[in-house]
């Protein structure tokens, strides 16, 4: 099935621990994002690939780091400088940048103690 | 960059009802995009539009491009206890290099 996943469900972190959140898809997709949700929120960009080795920073880039050494692999790492790093966390896929749908991953819900 | 406003931001449901909502902008889209979101799950896309005044269905769903390309609009017929959810439109900000950017949501609860 094609389709994207995301890596664990839940995950909890020691604060000042950095921790890195796995999605991959099989979708051919050239585009991924990584997103965050708060509790009753929408969603915010944090950073987004549109090629392999390119990644752009989105609107809350501070604290987070990501890699796009594949084309079916876009890992998120949060690391100690984020803040508020609990939160729910989404990753998307699309054809191409910008103009066409994204299609989410189930979500990684990171809970730092 | 672009905001995409949502109303109502919560509503209730009963049962068989038709329900409603819109999503508005101060500038113009080209393309809008209506995903539902279940508690702990990733967005879903329901229903996507290209052309002002495009109407588009999806069984019990309806969504619509408005005419002036500055809002859409949704609509649930016969709704039922698993419309329940977070409905959110979406569309590419034309302003920051076509990234797609969500509105702040539409939360569907059932009417005690």
New interface residues.
């Given amino acids: 099935d094609g389709g994207i996943t995301q890596s664990p469900k839940y995950l909890f972190r020691k604060e000042g621990q950095n921790v890195t959140l796995s999605c991959e898809q099989n979708l051919n997709h050239d585009a991924m994002y990584w997103y965050r949700q708060d509790p009753g929120q929408g969603l915010r960009l944090i950073y987004y690939s549109q090629i392999v080795n390119d990644f752009q920073k989105g609107d809350i880039a501070e604290g987070y780091s990501v890699s796009r050494e594949k084309k079916e692999s876009f890992p998120l790492t949060v690391t100690s400088a984020q803040k508020n790093p609990t939160a729910f966390y989404l990753c998307a896929s699309s054809m191409a940048g910008g103009l066409d749908e994204q299609f989410f991953g189930p979500g990684t819900r990171l809970t730092v103690l | ?1 672009q905001q995409l406003n949502q109303s109502p931001q919560s509503m209730f449901i009963q049962e068989g009802e038709d329900v409603s909502m819109n999503c508005t902008s101060s500038s113009i889209f ?2 809008w ?1 209506w ?1 539902k979101q279940d508690p ?6 329901l229903i ?1 539009l290209y052309k002002a005044g495009e109407l588009t269905s999806n069984g019990r769903l309806t969504a619509q491009f408005g005419i002036t390309r500055k809002d859409s609009f949704l609509n649930i017929s016969a709704s039922i206890p698993s419309d329940v959810g977070i409905y ?1 439109c ?1 569309g ?1 900000d034309m302003s920051a ?4 950017t ?4 539409t ?1 569907v609860l059932v009417k005690p």
């Fill in positions: 960059g080209n393309t995009l995903y702990g799950e990733g967005p879903v896309l996507a959110f979406a590419p290099g076509n990234k797609l969500f509105g702040g949501g939360r």
